[in-house]
């Protein structure tokens, strides 16, 4: 009954390094910040109908801040 609930169709492990920094106002808020982290992608269907629904956990670093880790999960889904 319950076994085309939900399929895994593929995983991938992202490694990313970031770079940003926020303006107001067109004026620098604050220094430009670095970071580097990693993630996992699983590409699952649902129900056997919705296609491609990406679950997301990213964990991520600051290098040039004294920040602690940052964790994001994440659900994507196109329409």
Same mark, same amino acid.
């Given at each position: 009954?319950?076994?085309?609930?939900?399929?895994?169709?593929?995983?991938?492990? *992202?490694? /990313?390094?970031? =770079?940003?920094?926020?303006?107001?106002?067109?004026?620098?808020?604050?220094? &430009?910040?670095?970071?580097? @982290?990693?993630?996992?992608?699983?590409?699952? *269907?649902? /129900?056997?109908? =919705?296609?491609?629904?990406?679950?997301?956990?990213?964990?991520?670093?600051? &290098?040039?801040?004294?920040? @602690?880790?940052?964790?994001?999960?994440?659900?994507?889904?196109?329409?």
């Amino acid at each position: 009954l319950f076994d085309h609930v939900m399929g895994v169709r593929s995983a991938y492990a *992202a490694f /990313f390094y970031d =770079v940003g920094d926020a303006y107001v106002s067109g004026k620098s808020v604050g220094p &430009v910040a670095h970071g580097v @982290g990693a993630g996992l992608r699983f590409d699952v *269907a649902w /129900f056997s109908i =919705v296609e491609r629904t990406t679950l997301r956990l990213d964990v991520a670093k600051a &290098v040039n801040a004294d920040t @602690g880790i940052q964790v994001w999960v994440g659900i994507n889904h196109p329409f």
